[in-house]
């Protein structure tokens, strides 16, 4: 018993020195005191409780998938949003950073133990069968999610397209609703609708945040302008987000030379940032609406929160999701890969996101839509909002609309 262990011990050091070096010397930079964390003392522990299952569970254990599962459990218990990804659940993810793909069109998390619906994508099959940010996916397929892993249950909602996903949800008050969705390929459009909604108004529905969506938006912009925009409404609403950058050159676009738009903190001094606009693409001649909701989650977030801290527009609808963590996806030697939350952003003033996200300035319940009126009243409080002085001197220093 005590070769196998000490050969194991090896093993795991070997291991140890692949997967986890990096994170041994940040960790011994922290100089934490208290010898119960001290990281080698708990790697005999783990080899202890390794080798036992080596030795002396029912059937044999490939020793990559004792591994794996190790290192799936230490990151999933640190936060909700950090994760292992193997081979395979890495090239997914590297897959949707193109845009397209075979599901649903939802973004889900892990928010309290439960799979839940950050935000459903506009003009997909998921927001078209009606789910909505919040939802708590409790069966997929009539199987129980309770305990699921985030990677696994990305893999039971994707699949081929035209194959039919069946879903029980628990919505607010405790409402159990069954859906049945067919999959199809999403394709993701950063800006869905760039269009004036009358003489004056400008109105632009952004998706997500990916890479081309500055270089998009300014060009939009540019368009709406030459239509005769005098004042925009952003809509964030069911947007989950993006890439930090792309958050920040959004802003950059509507911000003044200088002003901050969002900062990093983190353990690690490293990973403290602050990031201020540049004014080189600003569009800071009129005034502005931006509409959020419960799916308007992680860069919407930045993009809100910096707009409100410095007046430059008014948040129109409800309370944002409240992801206020930065996940850096770190490659591992084999193909898979750790993402880790690895900082905290805050607003301009100082604000934290995380669990809270951000409160509104005029919040306002988007109305259920009857057979026969179609309107979004969020939306129309926009529009009047921006033609109204006394909310236009409050929240923008430029003109109103008359």
Do not use: W
Request: net charge negative; aromatic share 8%.
């Amino acid at each position: 018993m005590k070769k196998v262990r000490s050969a194991f011990v090896v093993f795991l050091f070997s291991v140890f020195l692949i997967f986890g070096v990096s994170a041994y010397f940040s960790y011994v930079k922290a100089d934490f005191k208290d010898p119960d964390k001290d990281l080698y003392k708990q790697i005999e522990l783990f080899s202890d409780a390794v080798t036992i299952v080596q030795s002396d569970y029912v059937e044999e254990v490939d020793p990559k998938k004792l591994v794996y599962g190790a290192i799936e459990g230490m990151l999933s218990s640190l936060d909700e949003y950090s994760q292992f990804m193997d081979p395979e659940s890495y090239r997914e993810m590297e897959i949707d950073t193109k845009g397209e793909f075979g599901g649903l069109g939802i973004e889900v998390g892990i928010r309290d133990g439960i799979l839940t619906v950050i935000a459903p994508i506009d003009g997909t099959p998921a927001a078209k069968a009606g789910l909505k940010a919040g939802d708590k996916i409790i069966k997929i397929d009539g199987e129980s999610t309770r305990d699921i892993k985030l990677t696994d249950a990305v893999k039971e909602l994707r699949g081929k397209p035209g194959t039919k996903v069946e879903l029980t949800i628990i919505r607010e008050e405790e409402k159990l609703l069954d859906f049945t969705i067919v999959r199809s390929i999403i394709k993701i459009k950063s800006i869905k609708t760039a269009e004036m909604l009358d003489e004056s108004v400008g109105y632009i529905k952004l998706v997500e945040f990916q890479q081309n969506t500055p270089k998009e938006l300014e060009g939009k912009l540019k368009n709406l302008k030459k239509e005769g925009m005098k004042a925009l409404i952003l809509d964030l609403r069911n947007n989950p987000g993006g890439l930090l950058d792309v958050a920040y050159e959004v802003c950059d676009i509507f911000l003044e030379k200088g002003k901050v738009v969002v900062s990093l903190k983190g353990r690690v001094p490293t990973q403290n940032k602050v990031y201020t606009a540049h004014g080189k693409r600003s569009f800071i001649d009129f005034p502005m609406a931006i509409l959020v909701n419960q799916g308007s989650a992680s860069a919407s977030e930045i993009v809100a929160g910096a707009l409100q801290d410095h007046k430059r527009g008014v948040i129109v609808g409800g309370k944002t999701y409240g992801k206020g963590s930065v996940q850096t996806v770190i490659p591992l030697k084999d193909g898979s890969a750790a993402r880790i939350t690895t900082a905290a952003y805050y607003t301009p003033n100082g604000n934290s996101i995380a669990g809270k996200g951000i409160i509104p300035d005029v919040d306002i319940e988007l109305e259920e839509e009857k057979e026969e009126v179609i309107r979004d009243n969020q939306l129309q409080a926009a529009m009047d909002l921006l033609k109204d002085a006394d909310t236009c001197e409050k929240y923008h220093n430029e003109v109103y609309l008359r």
